[in-house]
């Protein structure tokens, strides 16, 4: 094939936006598509095959877009882009960008950044019950919790309830100094983290002390009947199944349920079934029922952890099987 050259504008003010420091983004771009970028004057010329340009000047436009709209230009919005273009998936980010669920203390806006995150708050927009599963990283519970945040100071719901089950990830902490709120507060400190962010802490303390915010461990909820409340269930991977129908029957008039899980990251005891793996199965399909399934793309933190999580699902998808192959093996001597 030969060689096509192709030419764009991208403004002084936007070209270190889109680049990156010391032009590591568009050598990503380069290096990507084996492509080449010459800047002169504001002027980019791309060049390389004709496919390869194309999709890197549809990069280059969305990121010069994205940085027009006052976004600062991240790794991860540049791995986003590279992967939607190597797949040729489809799927507007611009569009994504534009709506802005909430923000920060800081005035940051709080965006969907991905496809599988753009899904999942449109579950939540949509339905009464939404399940966000995915790895570490994927902004499951902050998502939720802009929602929730956003919903309350609209006056859709009357208050936010925010759980998950008091569980040590791995390791015994043994008993803890304090009142009953100063043990089980460092199982939820994650919670407090995200609402602080993004509703600031003298606000967050206002209300809770109103009862409109309220941060407790699952076991609290039996008995109870939650209405008109944005309701989200944080690491639900570590519920029993009867905590889990314990929760979903707690559920009244007027109210918003998330819940959130990694079903690769539970602490529950050796051969302890989780109540979010039964759920899924119980109320999949029901009407009014979301079930979002986020992965490795939806990654949001440091390019590294997506690196890391990726890892890990090649891992344990060449362990599984490797046991179904020596499952066959052992049936085939027992025949």
Known sequence: MGILERTMQIPTEHEANVFGQLDTYAKKIERTFHVTLIERNGEIKIMGEEGRTKRAQEILEKLLELSRR??????????????LAMEDEAGDVLEMDKEVIAYTVQGKPVKAKTLGQKSY????????IVFGLGPAGTGKTYLAMAMAIAAFKNNEVARIILTRPAIEAGEKLGFLPGDLQSKIDPYLRPLYDALYQIMGAESFLKNSEKGLIEVAPLAYMRGRTLDNAFIILDEAQNTTPAQMKMFLTRIGFGSKVVITGDETQKDLPSGQTSGLDVAVRV????DGISICHLTSKDVVRHPLVQKIVKAYENYEK??????????RKSKKYRG
């Open 283 to 286: 109320v999949n399909g029901l």
């Open 318 to 327: 060449k362990e599984e099987s490797q046991r179904r192959g020596t499952r």
């Open 70 to 83: 006052g976004n600062v230009i991240t790794e991860q919005n540049v791995n986003y882009l590279i992967s």
């Open 121 to 128: 708050v449109d579950a939540m927009k949509k339905d009464m």
